[in-house]
């Protein structure tokens, strides 16, 4: 199988490496013989966003042979399908050819017309973008990858590792898989989505009063029961009025506000204390491990557990033996 991987001024070596690594390790395990080429809109050299000089990129000649294509990143400013690309992606699909948009290179794909409603994944920086040009996409943050068979994307930089292991295990079955991932020591599948890995900043306070009042007094108090009715009385307003300001000043309801920062409380803890997950549980007002983690599954996609072992921002002393 051949996999003609794209190539443009200002790609980072990363996004080019890994689709590179993923299915050449193919071969180099005897597993296949799978084969990968850059090419860009002419046969020419490329300079990659560190700045290196790539010679012997070839040209859309040899997408028109391959059996995969990939868009493994695109351009920072998210610039438009050029009509080069566009037609070779189009021609790619026409004639059965897998094609794939890791990371960014989902907006290609998009640009290319093949992801008209369909559901897709990207970056979670781009998906503002993707969806202002192409509303009919259905995009979900919360998965890694996705595959139509036909067409592919991928969510963060790394995912790009994820979905291209799939597209290993979908060709030959999870053992080659499975030696792909041990002998490039990352794991063979990961789950959960990349809503864990999007900054959740504690939004700023509503300049609308008393509502701003209140926020500032729940965040100090989430370990404790806040209803919505404890929260109106705190506020001095009836449920039914509280509710509506509520909305009207943040534009979530009273519970969904609460959840999100007991949430954003759960992850700072997680990610810079060694407390327990029930004390973390109690602490952040979920009362017990088990609704903490429940709360976190629907949310990030992930467990507590998992989550600390990924972002410990704790120092750590390291002692030799």
């Known amino acids: 199988m051949h996999i003609a991987v794209y190539a443009f ?13 993923v299915f050449d390790e193919v071969s180099r395990q005897g597993l296949g013989e799978w084969t990968t080429s850059l090419f860009s809109d002419g046969p020419n050299s490329i300079r990659t966003a560190e700045g290196y000089q790539l010679a012997g990129v070839e040209g ?8 995969v294509v990939v868009v493994p990143s695109w351009f920072d400013d998210g610039r438009v399908l050029g009509d080069t690309l566009r037609g070779l992606l189009q021609d790619a699909h026409r004639r059965d050819v897998t094609v794939l948009g890791l990371c960014l290179g989902a907006i290609a794909v998009a640009d290319a017309g093949l992801l008209a409603g369909r559901q897709a994944v990207t970056h979670w920086q781009a998906f503002a973008t993707l969806t202002e040009r192409h509303p009919d996409i259905l995009l979900d943050r919360s998965v890694l990858y996705i595959d139509h068979g036909d067409v592919m994307t991928s969510a963060g930089t790394a995912s790009g590792l994820d979905a291209c292991l799939h597209v290993v295990r979908d060709r030959l079955g999870a053992d ?9 020591v990352v794991a063979p599948h990961r789950e959960g989505g990349q809503a864990q890995y999007i900054e959740q900043p504690v939004p700023q306070r509503s300049s609308v009063e008393p ?4 926020l500032e ?3 100090g108090n989430l370990r404790e029961s806040l209803t919505v ?10 449920r039914r009025t509280f509710v509506r300001a509520f909305r009207a000043a943040t534009g979530t309801t009273p519970s969904a506000w609460i959840r999100s920062r007991r949430l954003d409380a759960a992850r700072r803890l997680l990610e810079t204390t060694d407390r327990s997950i029930d004390h973390i549980a109690t602490d952040c007002g979920f ?10 599954a629907a949310a990030f996609s992930t467990t507590p557990t998992d989550y600390r072992r990924r972002f410990d921002a704790r120092p750590h002393i390291r002692s030799l033996h």
């Not at 001024?9 to 690594?21: C, N, S």
């Not at 080659?176 to 991932?181: E, I, L, P, Q, R």
């Not at 509502?211 to 209140?214: F, K, P, Q, V």
Request: net charge negative.
């Open 287 to 296: 009362g017990n491990a088990v609704t903490l983690r429940q709360n976190f």
């Open 60 to 67: 859309p000649e040899a997408a028109a042979r391959a059996d």
């Open 9 to 21: 001024d200002g790609v980072t070596m990363f996004h080019l490496a890994v689709p590179q690594m």
């Open 217 to 219: 007094w729940a965040l």
């Open 229 to 238: 009715d404890r929260l109106a009385e705190q506020a001095h307003m009836s």
């Open 176 to 184: 080659a898989a499975n030696t792909v991932a041990r002998s490039l």
């Open 211 to 214: 509502i701003a009042t209140l």
